[in-house]
């Protein structure tokens, strides 16, 4: 009988949350991205190339870099068969990839085995259908003291990044995951009017006290 490979899934994602990811290693060997519950080794995203670097000598490569919206992340091919198979693949395309999650030196990259070419409104598409699959798992937050703890663990995420010049609200949406967006939203919006944080630009936020 012949044992059939099986595949890791390819988690849909976007490229945020793949750097919220924690790298797990095997000695010194990566063997997955650690996020949440999740063990991800091959992901499915969307996004958009803005750059592309191809090799002209004997070592055969062509590296890519892929925006979302939500962050960039470097695609790396070796061999000159992958160098063919991508070499259509240019900038300012909208693009699917699927592909595995490699981290080499503290960098996290992802070595595709598919890019294929999509209309730009499929990257709409993928970030209102995975901030649905949210909201899913999420439930409504209307008990008073429910609220009240989470407004103070949102003040305490931004006391604690004072350090390294404030927090972004998409960083605490992203990390906060079993807390809907839109209540999130409505207690920074509560704290920026209790003059209890600010926003030295949009979307930063930083403690005032």
Same mark, same amino acid.
């Given at each position: 009988m012949v044992e059939q490979f099986k595949r890791n899934v390819a988690y849909k994602l976007r490229i945020g949350d793949v750097f919220l990811g924690k790298p797990i290693f095997d000695n010194e060997k990566f063997i997955y991205l650690e996020l949440g519950a999740k063990k991800i080794s091959r992901v499915?995203? !969307?996004g958009n190339i803005v750059d592309k670097y191809e090799s002209e000598g004997e070592k055969k490569y062509v590296?890519?870099?892929l925006d979302d919206g939500s962050g960039q992340i470097k695609l790396k091919s070796f061999g000159e068969e992958d160098l063919e198979?991508?070499?259509k693949v240019n900038q300012g395309q909208t693009v699917a990839i699927i592909g595995t999650?490699?981290?080499w030196n503290n960098e996290t990259y992802i070595q595709?085995? !598919?890019i294929s070419e999509k209309d730009p409104k499929y990257l709409l598409v993928r970030k209102l259908e995975l901030e649905k699959q949210k909201?899913?798992?999420v439930k409504p937050v209307?008990?008073?003291n429910e609220i009240q703890a989470i407004k103070d663990k949102i003040l305490e995420r931004i006391k604690n990044s004072e350090e390294s010049g404030g927090i972004d609200t998409e960083t605490i949406i992203l990390e906060e995951k079993h807390i809907s967006s839109e209540t999130i939203n409505e207690e920074i919006k509560r704290l920026l009017e209790e003059g209890i944080i600010f926003e030295p630009r949009p979307g930063r936020l930083r403690y005032l006290g």
């Amino acid at each position: 009988m012949v044992e059939q490979f099986k595949r890791n899934v390819a988690y849909k994602l976007r490229i945020g949350d793949v750097f919220l990811g924690k790298p797990i290693f095997d000695n010194e060997k990566f063997i997955y991205l650690e996020l949440g519950a999740k063990k991800i080794s091959r992901v499915n995203i !969307i996004g958009n190339i803005v750059d592309k670097y191809e090799s002209e000598g004997e070592k055969k490569y062509v590296f890519f870099t892929l925006d979302d919206g939500s962050g960039q992340i470097k695609l790396k091919s070796f061999g000159e068969e992958d160098l063919e198979k991508f070499r259509k693949v240019n900038q300012g395309q909208t693009v699917a990839i699927i592909g595995t999650v490699r981290n080499w030196n503290n960098e996290t990259y992802i070595q595709p085995e !598919i890019i294929s070419e999509k209309d730009p409104k499929y990257l709409l598409v993928r970030k209102l259908e995975l901030e649905k699959q949210k909201k899913g798992n999420v439930k409504p937050v209307k008990d008073k003291n429910e609220i009240q703890a989470i407004k103070d663990k949102i003040l305490e995420r931004i006391k604690n990044s004072e350090e390294s010049g404030g927090i972004d609200t998409e960083t605490i949406i992203l990390e906060e995951k079993h807390i809907s967006s839109e209540t999130i939203n409505e207690e920074i919006k509560r704290l920026l009017e209790e003059g209890i944080i600010f926003e030295p630009r949009p979307g930063r936020l930083r403690y005032l006290g």
